[in-house]
């Protein structure tokens, strides 16, 4: 990942314009967010449906794609998931969801992009976790698993039948690996 600049505050970073792929700040370090790939952009779909449709019948939470999380002059993050606990959710004086975002995710999940690698994942996991975020979910397409990672816990790995349960932020809530992946293949008649 190619470094864009360094130094700068955050309060510099967030006045620079828009860019594609998103820009992220750490530290006084800006760097491109990888550009999302196929199976990125069918399993961020994928993962968005399931929340939305649990948060159908659940109505405690909202679920953002690519929402920008400024944290406290220290960074600016964009997962490609973020879900957030209905009380926790930022609103304008006329109860619309805010256009600035100040605090962490409850949830946020990651999906591996061409050219990320596990230890990069596993330390983003770690710094989303760091940074006030309650569960890291890793989905790795290549390897076909999912990684999540709580604070103060191992990183724990789920493939094939394993169900992923979100209970302790999103009671009930759950998907199978399996089910997850076979969403991304194409069947032709």
Request: aromatic share 6%; no cysteine; hydrophobic share 35%.
């Given at each position: 990942?190619?470094?864009?600049?360094?130094?700068?505050?955050?309060?510099?970073?967030?006045?620079?314009?828009?860019?594609?792929?998103?820009?992220?700040?750490?530290?006084?370090?800006?760097?491109?967010?990888?550009?999302?790939?196929?199976?990125?952009?069918?399993?961020?779909?994928?993962l968005a449906y399931l929340f939305t449709a649990?948060?159908?019948?659940?109505?405690n939470a909202r679920v953002f794609t690519?929402?920008?999380?400024?944290?406290?002059?220290?960074a600016s993050l964009v997962p490609d998931l973020s879900v957030y606990l209905l009380e926790r959710v930022p609103t304008k004086p006329n109860g619309e969801v805010a256009d600035d975002f100040w605090e962490p995710p409850d949830i946020a999940v990651e999906i591996a992009s061409p050219g990320q690698f596990v230890r990069m994942l596993t330390e983003r996991a770690q710094l989303l976790l760091e940074h006030g975020v309650r569960i890291a979910v890793i989905v790795e397409p290549r390897q076909r698993r999912v990684r999540v990672a709580h604070a103060d816990q191992q990183i724990v790995t789920y493939q094939g039948d394993d169900a992923i349960d979100l209970s302790d932020v999103l009671p009930g809530f759950s998907f199978v690996v399996r089910d997850l992946f076979a969403s991304i293949e194409v069947r032709r008649r």
């Open positions: 990942m190619a470094i864009v600049q360094t130094g700068l505050t955050l309060e510099e970073f967030l006045k620079l314009p828009d860019d594609k792929p998103a820009l992220e700040y750490l530290d006084g370090v800006v760097t491109p967010k990888m550009s999302p790939k196929g199976l990125h952009g069918g399993l961020q779909a994928e649990y948060l159908g019948v659940h109505p690519e929402l920008r999380s400024n944290w406290t002059d220290q």
